[in-house]
C-alpha cells in the first residue's frame, strides 16, 4: 500500500505543533530512528519506507503490527524536515504529559522557558547519557515532539520522558534539593550535590526566571578559565550531569 | 555611504567557501558579534550597520578607521546568513594559518574532521570558556570562516586560534601525550591527563581515523550511566575539558 494524497498531507501537517496537539501525533523521521522507536513502547501509527527498509525490518515491522506504507526516498523528504531520508518515517502518538513518579529518581532536570529544539535534543541525549529518566519543563520550552528536538536527541526522547507544567507551583510543591544553574554561585568542582535533587536550568538569553529563583536552594555554576561569556544550556546541563555522576563515585 | 549593488554581492559571495579563500576575507554578523570583534586584533575591511549602530558606536568605529557603510535591516539580511539582524555586519580579513607555539599550550584540542559547523562554534566557545588559546584541525574539518562557525562560537572564534594542517603528520612530530576520545578507554573521571597535553576529537560519524589512532598515547571515555550511544563531539569535548581543570584542583 503507497501513501495517499490525503494522509500524505496529514503527515506533512504534523511539523507543526498546533496539528500535532490537534491530532495527538507526531512522526519520527530516518531508518535508525524508526527502528528505535518500534523497539520503544510508543503506539505506532504507520510506518512509510523504501522497500529495502521494508525488507530488511519485516520482522521487526510484523511485531509492531503497524500499517506499513512503500514510499521512496523523495516522499519521505516530503513528508517530513529531513533533507536526506533514505529508509523511513512514522506516525506516532504522544504519550500523556503525567508527572514522574519521584521515588526513582536521583536527578531530576527541570527547563526553564528553554526554547531552541536543537538544545532541548541535545539535553534529553545528554540526561539519557547520564542515565536521567525525566526531565520536567515549562509549558513555554520548545515542543518535544518539533522534529528538530526528536532528531536532535538521537532517539533519547523515547527514553528520557519530559512533562511539561507550571514550573513556579511544581518546585513550590517539589520536596527535593533544588539546584539552579546560574553564572555565579557554588562551583561545580567543588560543591557536593544531595541526592535525589533537582537542577534548573534557565532560559538561553535569560537565565532562570525572576518568579522560580525563591525555590532555588543553591545557586551553582560551571567555573570558567577564560573569556566566553557563557557556555550554552546543552553544554551546561552536560558539565552538570558528569560532575554529579563524577561525585558519586 | 551606503552599500553599492557590486560591494553587496561581494558581501554575499563570502557565504561561500571558495570565495572566502580566494579573497581571504569573511563576514561576522550581528551587533554583538561586530562590537567583539572591533575589540579584538582582526582587521577589518568594512562594517555595514544601521544608522543607529554607528550613533552607539562611533568612537569605536572611529578608533577602528574602518570603512562604515550606512545599511538597513533588511539590507543586512540579505548580504548575510542571519533570518534577523537589527545591528551591524562586517567583512574582516582572514588570519594566516599558523601552527600554534606550544611552549606557551597546557591543553590542546585536535579535531579530526569534524564536519559541523555548528559543533567547531560550540567547540570554540567551550575551549574559549576553559581557557584553550588554540585548536588544530584537519584540513577537512568544518571550515572556521563559515557563518555558522562564526555565530555558533558566541565571538569566541576571535579568542581562540585554529590551525589547520594534516593531522598524521602533525601528530607524528608533536612533542605531547596524545589522548584520543573513544566509546572505550580509561574514563575521564578515575585518569589523571598529564599536563600539557593534547586530546584529539574525532567524526561526528566515524571518530578518530584510522591512520591518527597509532599516535595516540591513551583512550579516553566519558563514562554513561544510560542507554543514549554517544555523546555529540561538542558535548564530549566540552565535558573533557570540564574534567581537565578540575583535575588541577
Redesign the interface.
Known sequence: VTISKKTASFIRSLQLKKYRTQEQRFVVEGGKGVVELMGSDFEIDMVAATPSFIEEHEPLLKSRATDVRVSTEARLIQLGSLQSNMHALAVVRMKPNLPPTLDKIDYLVVLDALRDP?NLG?IL?????????HVVASEDTADLYNPKVVISS???FL?VRTFYTNLEQYLMNLNLPIYGMFLEGASV??FTFDKPCCIVIGNESHGISANLKPFITQSVT???????????A??AT??VL??L??LE?
Chains 1, 2 share one sequence.
Open positions: 536543537g541535545t541525549r545528554a540526561c539519557d547519557w547520564y542515565g536521567l529518566t538521537m532517539g533519547s527514553r568542582h567543588d560551571i567555573p570558567g578559565y577564560g573569556k566566553a561569556e557563557s557556555l550554552n546543552a553544554m552536560t558539565v558528569d560532575n555522576r563524577r563515585k
